[in-house]
């Protein structure tokens, strides 16, 4: 769908903004984050409450797993919205993103990431014509994107992700075995687990200035 010009009539101003249709997945933060966190401890605890049988161990195994997967599938939500600007306001929808508050963004791919207080939203053009426009539109008001990486690289996560998995078998294993390797999956789980939540985070890439590189 084109942006089209509408009235912001609302205001009583009389001036015309540009109004761009466009699809806004929003992700909770929280949410996202408590999933990352009842994951390592369900790895833990399952293979443990297996291993022993024990009715209570089961009932929580059965909580952290189903409350890890509650959590990270309704972190996300996605719905039709309007963005525009108003009186050099950005308002997605009925949200109004103020240029002097903290909020920054980042252009990713098709679409732009909003990094608000409450979550991360990604704005989507309905039509690729107007990924132009929705890049203008909102760096009219919240000024040029930011980059960000992750802290760590690509070569450092699967080995923290494959130092996860290894974890699970070795405590697997070792429960089923009676081995003294159970304890060290155990480890290797919470290691494993820590490590690539850490190195999968973003942040800032800030290039370096000529004495830094020097």
Known sequence: MKAERVDVGPLGSG???????????????RRIRVGQLLIPLAAIVTPL?????????LLASVILSGGAI?????ARSRRAANLCVRNHVLHLGPRAIHPASSFTWSWRGDRAILFLSEGNVAVRARSQSDMGELEATIRSTLGSPLKYRRRGS???????ASTFFVGLMLTGLGFAYNSFIAPLGLLLIVFGGAALGAFSQKILDIPATRSQRD
């Open 49 to 57: 409450a297996t291993h022993l049988m024990a009715p209570l161990g």
């Open 15 to 29: 001036r015309r903004a540009t109004s761009l249709e466009v699809l806004a997945t929003y992700y909770n933060i």
């Open 154 to 160: 690509f070569s450092t996560r699967v080995i923290a």
């Open 70 to 74: 509650w959590s990270f599938v309704s």
